[in-house]
C-alpha cells in the first residue's frame, strides 16, 4: 500500500512539473512576441522610446503653444491667446510691458509709421500693457489666424468694417473706457498715447462680454518648436546683427544685435534701445522678418494695406540666419512659416519678433 502511495505521490509530482514547465515556455514565448511587435524598424522598443518620452515630458512639462518654451500653465492649453493693439510712436515710447509677449508684430501704417500687435498665449501672462491704439484690418487678419481675442482702443472704417461683418471677437477701448481701458495721466503726452489696460481687466471683459474662450481646433498648434534648450543652428550662415527699415523714417527703423551669452536678440528702434517703461530693453529668441507688398488704399486718411497671401523672409536665432517661405491666404487662415525645402519651418524655442517688411525696403535689411 505504502509503494502505491508513493507512486501516485511521483505521478503527481512529474504531471506538475510538465504543467509548470508549460506555463514557463508559454510565458516565455509570449514575451517573444511582445518585444518582437513592439521594436521599431531600426529595433528599438516602442515601450523604451514611450518611457523616454514620458521622462522627457516630465521633465519639460507643458509647453507654451506661441514660444515652445516649458512651464505653461497646463490649464491654458487650449485657451484662445490675445491680440492687442501697440502704440510705436515715439511719444507713446517707452511702452508699458513691452518685454511681456510671447510674439510680437510690427507692421507699417499710414505716414510710414508702424505699429504693433502683442500675443499672448496666456491672459495670465498679460501686465499693464500699452499704450493701446487703434485697429488696423491687415493686423486683425493676423489676429484671425491665430483665433485671438483682438483688443484695441478704436480704429479705421475698415478695420471696423472688417471686425463687423467677420464677426471677430473683439474689445474696444473707445467703448470701455472707465471699465476695463484706462488713461495713465502721469505721462506729459498727448491722450492717444496715454491709454492702457491690463491682463486682469482683459479677463473680466472677456467673462463681461461672453467671449468664447475655446481655441479652434485649426488654431492649437501654431508653430512648430526645437526642444526647449536646444536650439539648432540655421541653414544660412551668421547673423550677430540685422538693420532693416519699415518706411524712410528712420525713427522706425530697427536693429536686432546678437548676444551670445543668454541666445536673445537685443532690439534697437531709431539708434536707441527699444526699452520698456523700467529700463529693460526688449530681446527675443527669434527675429522673423516677412517681404509683403504695401499699398496706399488711397483714402483720406492715407491708410496702408499689406499683401498677406504670401510670400519670401528671412528667419534669424541662435546667432546664424535662413532663407524662408510664408503663406497666409484667407483671412482665418493661420500664418504658416516655411524652410526653403517647403516643410513646416521649426523654430527655436523662445519668444519672437515678426516683422512685416514692405518688398520696397527688403534692401535695407542687412545682415552681418
Not at 471677437?169 to 484706462?182: M, N, Q, V
Not at 481655441?215 to 538693420?243: M, N
Amino acid at each position: 500500500m505504502a509503494a502505491q502511495k508513493r507512486r501516485r505521490r511521483r505521478g503527481r509530482n512529474s504531471r506538475t512539473k510538465v504543467i509548470v514547465g508549460t506555463i514557463a515556455v508559454l510565458a516565455v514565448v509570449i514575451v517573444a512576441v511582445v518585444a518582437y511587435f513592439s521594436l521599431n524598424r531600426d529595433g528599438t522598443a516602442d515601450l523604451e522610446e514611450s518611457d523616454s518620452n514620458s521622462v522627457q515630458a516630465e521633465d519639460l512639462g507643458t509647453l507654451n503653444p506661441l514660444t515652445g518654451e516649458s512651464g505653461f500653465d497646463p490649464d491654458k492649453l487650449g485657451s484662445r491667446p490675445i491680440a492687442i493693439m501697440i502704440n510705436n510712436a515715439p511719444a507713446a515710447r517707452p511702452q508699458w510691458g513691452l518685454c511681456s509677449p510671447d510674439i510680437v508684430f510690427e507692421g507699417v501704417v499710414e505716414g510710414g509709421a508702424t505699429r504693433m500687435m502683442w500675443v499672448y498665449a496666456d491672459a495670465n501672462d498679460i501686465p499693464k500693457v500699452g499704450s493701446i491704439r487703434s485697429a488696423r484690418h491687415d493686423f486683425v487678419e493676423l489676429a484671425e489666424g491665430l483665433d485671438a481675442v483682438f483688443v484695441h482702443w478704436g480704429g479705421s472704417d475698415l478695420a471696423y468694417d472688417v471686425i463687423r461683418d467677420r464677426d471677430v471677437d473683439d474689445i474696444d477701448g473707445l467703448r470701455y473706457e472707465g471699465k476695463y481701458f484706462f488713461r495713465d495721466n502721469t505721462r506729459s503726452v498727448a491722450t492717444e498715447h496715454r491709454g492702457y489696460t491690463t491682463g486682469e481687466d482683459i479677463r473680466t471683459a472677456i467673462s463681461d462680454l461672453s467671449l468664447r474662450t475655446q481655441l479652434g481646433s485649426r488654431y492649437d498648434t501654431p508653430f512648430a518648436f526645437e526642444k526647449p534648450g536646444s536650439p539648432r543652428v540655421l541653414t544660412g550662415g551668421s547673423c550677430q546683427s540685422v538693420d532693416f527699415d519699415f518706411s524712410g523714417a528712420s525713427s522706425y527703423s530697427h536693429t536686432f544685435n546678437y548676444d551670445a551669452q543668454d541666445g536673445l536678440y537685443y532690439n534697437r528702434i531709431g539708434g536707441e534701445p527699444m526699452r520698456q517703461d523700467g529700463g529693460e530693453q526688449m530681446a527675443v529668441t527669434n527675429v522673423i522678418l516677412l517681404y509683403c507688398g504695401v499699398r496706399n488704399i488711397g483714402d483720406a486718411s492715407g491708410h496702408m494695406e499689406m499683401d498677406l497671401s504670401s510670400g519670401k523672409g528671412v528667419y534669424i536665432s541662435n546667432g546664424t540666419y535662413e532663407e524662408i517661405r510664408w503663406e497666409k491666404g484667407s483671412a482665418a487662415a493661420p500664418l504658416e512659416l516655411r524652410d526653403a525645402s517647403g516643410k513646416a519651418l521649426v523654430l527655436n524655442a523662445g519668444k519672437s519678433y515678426i516683422g512685416l517688411v514692405p518688398t520696397s525696403e527688403e534692401s535695407s535689411v542687412t545682415i552681418s
